[in-house]
């Protein structure tokens, strides 16, 4: 296992505080977030007595039986494709599992749409999608090409499955809870990528698929009230996600979050994970739950609390500041109550919560 490093810089001067604010705020990864909540609001909202969770989640989750059929879709960035379309392929397949993975399911099968417009291009992307899907044995099960276009993309969406009363959804953070961080430490930045923290491409298949399993191991013994996989926005970004769709806010010690060895904090702060999570959970679950992570080689810890503020705030030594407010700021806008739930549904989930939690 890495060993697990608290080295961030040292922000207990209030100016150094807010500037560190101000760059994870003002970082694209998160701003282009906000305009979620805007394409939501074009969608009808339909009865729907088997949807148990959609919008603001990693995956929307569908009863079915005594399961959960978890769907959710990514597209790469164009950015990402023009610097580097073998990463763009591969990324693609990783960040549908680990949206998977963060709602406590298995992946079962993907399916993928290519749009190509130079063919070394695509080669190079599916070159990626190859490697990924050969090391996480999830497997592409159809989709479709468009040979003809007038760029480059590649959009991946995936099916998953868990118990029923074993998922994790993001909506469900309760105050009191600990509020925990686990990372994958031993990875790097690859060359012109200085915000994707590759933890996956140069290990083997097993370690890889065990952490993709750990968040169905912790959910199969109901230890967390809610988890997420941390995304572009970074690590505290997506913690903001998790709290602003729980109608909760937070305090974070900066000092408690794992950091490799000789990495810019704030450049950490705002990093995709290949493997990293964020999850909440009575604080008597907790060494438990870091427990699981340490044994995937993952460094976890506890870093702060859940509140009913709807702010989170970070500290360090004897200084404050608010990174979010969720009463006058928004991620995603996603407010839980548009998600398209029937009143019987929604009081079988809460019970089924409480019944776990």
């Known amino acids: 296992m890495v060993e697990n490093i608290f080295n961030p810089p040292d922000y207990t001067s209030a100016m150094n505080l807010a500037a560190l604010v101000s760059d994870i705020r003002n970082y694209p990864g ?24 959609s919008y603001g989640e990693d995956a929307a989750a569908i009863a079915y039986n005594d399961d959960v059929l978890l769907l959710a879709a990514d597209g790469i960035m164009e950015s990402l494709m023009r610097t580097n379309p073998y990463c763009a392929g591969y990324y693609a397949v990783l960040v549908n599992i680990n949206d998977i993975s963060a709602m406590g399911g298995i992946p079962l099968a993907m399916v993928d749409i290519v749009s190509m417009k130079d063919e070394k291009v695509c080669a190079q992307v599916m070159t990626g999608v190859e490697e990924a899907v050969s090391k996480f044995g999830v497997p592409i099960v159809g989709g479709h090409t468009h040979p003809d276009c007038a760029y480059d993309a590649i959009d991946i969406a995936i099916l998953g499955i868990a118990r029923k009363d074993e998922v994790i959804c993001s909506h469900t953070a309760k105050a009191g809870d600990d509020i925990i961080l686990a990372m994958d430490l031993d990875g790097f930045f690859p060359s012109a990528l200085p915000y994707a923290w590759d933890t996956t491409s140069r290990k083997g298949s097993d370690i890889c698929r065990r952490q993709v399993l750990v968040m169905n191991e912790i959910g199969k013994k109901h230890l967390v009230h809610s988890g997420k996989d941390i995304s572009n926005p970074g690590s505290l970004g997506t913690l903001g996600m998790l709290l602003e769709t729980s109608g909760k806010g937070g305090e974070v010690e900066l000092e408690k979050i794992p950091t490799p060895s000789g990495v810019d904090f704030s450049q950490w702060l705002k990093a995709y994970q290949g493997c990293g999570f964020v999850v909440t959970n009575p604080p008597a679950n907790s060494s438990e739950v870091i427990e699981m992570f340490e044994q995937v080689d993952m460094s976890a810890a506890v870093v702060g609390k859940v509140n009913d503020s709807r702010k989170l705030v970070l500290r360090q030594g004897n200084e404050s500041a608010t990174l979010f407010d969720f009463t006058s700021d928004k991620i995603t806008g996603c407010d839980p109550s548009k998600v398209p739930l029937s009143g019987s549904l929604r009081q079988k989930v809460s019970k089924s919560v409480k019944k776990r939690c």
Do not use: E, G, M, Y
């Open 30 to 53: 998160v701003t282009r977030k906000r305009t979620i909540s805007d394409v939501i609001d074009f969608f009808p909202v339909l009865p729907a007595d088997n949807i148990i969770a």
